[in-house]
């Protein structure tokens, strides 16, 4: 695939490990889902619980710090990529129920 190569994806918070994901570039639509194109740079895996090919995302990057991080839970989406540490920094701009989102209340 074009643009994607191989990679081990670890989540810098939880420890979530993937030996071989495909880190997919921005713009850049993943091998088993042609239609789509995240918005941000990606880790994806085939699913395997569906009989058509589909992209399966388990991990991106915060914006701010770098960490590999995934994407429910330990970061959130609001107009970039916030790892769970940098999204509880006083003074960010998440708005109270994406706080909650990331475990802080």
Known sequence: MEGAD?????????????????????????????????????WVVEDPDREEPRSLCIGTQCNTCGRQVCPYGCGVFFGKRWCKVCGTEEGNPLPKELLRELGVH
């Open 6 to 42: 191989m990679a081990e994806f670890v989540c810098a918070i939880c420890g979530f490990r993937v030996p071989s994901a495909l880190k997919v570039p921005l713009g850049t639509p993943p091998p088993f889902h042609s239609s789509i194109k995240f918005l941000e740079d990606v």
